[in-house]
């Protein structure tokens, strides 16, 4: 078996492909070091959401450059000149480059598993000794405090779906329904998700929160807003005719006072017909008077 050398005259191409990948490389990275990466930075969560796409696509930058570049520079200049059909050279293995290939493929992998396990590790933690906000998934933690002002424990919020509308139940202020999602800035939120009818799904982009709402689930996710202005609310599961039209756009995220004025509003305007309406529990099963679809 003969063993795959890199002949002289194929050095000076294997510098200007190394100069052009360094460059290019450089670039790339710092163009996506630059760019404002989706969900944003309105909420805790959306914004390590955020460093999360910025960290993939810088790493991801270098290896998408080399792939392009070695493609074009083979077109250009290894392109075949003659009609002939002729085999090129066979090329039967290079210990060294393949060693480097898998090692540096290696590294990339495992740092990125080992980021991901020490993401959800710190989330679990965050959970475990108390921290609300910075968890995402379920939690047996205690409810918030309803007393005006109060920035202490996760506030309670039932996020209740059907077609095609979201509607809000705030544990803290006596079961207060809303329909729309209003989110005191710097105080952490755990969101009950929910569903009367079918599977919906509650996507709340700008803050990054994305949880399925399945009939008789209770789905938690928790979310701290860092961020005061409006965010909309979707569907983001396909739940029947008009599902397109299963959207919120006045969901907003208001300071602690203007929160406690809007919320003390709400109660007022909910006491007339609070004695009809099911009290807070995870499980929400009123019996609808009206049945769209």
């Known amino acids: 078996m003969g063993v795959f050398r890199i002949e ?23 163009a996506a070091l630059q760019i404002h990466y989706p969900p944003y930075d309105q909420s805790v969560q959306g914004l390590d959401q955020s460093r999360t796409l910025a ?17 074009l520079y083979s077109a250009i200049y290894f392109r075949r000149t003659t009609t002939e059909l002729v085999d090129g050279p066979p090329m039967l293995g290079n210990t060294p480059v393949q060693i480097a290939w898998i090692a540096i493929s290696a590294v990339l992998v495992l740092f990125l598993a080992v980021f991901g396990i020490v993401t959800l590790a710190s989330s679990n933690v ?3 000794v108390g921290t609300p906000g910075r968890s995402i998934g379920q939690s047996g933690g205690q409810t918030g405090s309803g007393t005006i002002g109060g ?20 544990a803290d202020y006596g079961g207060v329904e809303t329909t729309h999602l209003y ?7 755990e969101l009950h998700v929910t ?15 994305k949880a399925d709402a399945n009939p008789g689930v209770d789905n938690i996710f928790h979310v701290t807003a860092q961020k005061t202005g409006s965010f909309q609310v979707r569907c983001a599961e396909l739940c029947g005719l008009w599902h397109g039209h299963m959207a919120d756009s006045e969901g ?6 203007e929160f406690d004025t809007w919320i003390a509003q709400q109660q007022k305007d909910y006491e007339v017909i609070s004695k009809a309406v099911p009290s807070y529990a995870p499980f929400y099963f009123p019996e609808p008077l009206l049945k769209a679809g």
């Open 8 to 30: 002289e005259a194929d050095r000076p191409h294997l510098l200007r492909l190394l100069i052009i990948w360094v460059v290019l490389s450089i670039v790339g990275i710092l």
């Open 55 to 71: 960290l993939l696509t810088v790493l991801a930058t270098p290896v998408f450059i080399g792939v392009v570049i070695m493609v």
């Open 126 to 128: 965050a959970q475990a």
């Open 151 to 170: 920035t202490g424990p996760e506030l309670q919020v039932q996020v209740v779906a059907q077609q095609w509308y979201f509607t809000y139940r705030y």
């Open 183 to 189: 989110l005191p800035v710097d105080r952490p939120v």
């Open 195 to 209: 569903s009367l009818d079918i599977i919906h799904s509650f996507w709340a982009y700008q803050l990054g929160v």
């Open 252 to 257: 907003q995220v208001v300071s602690q006072s």
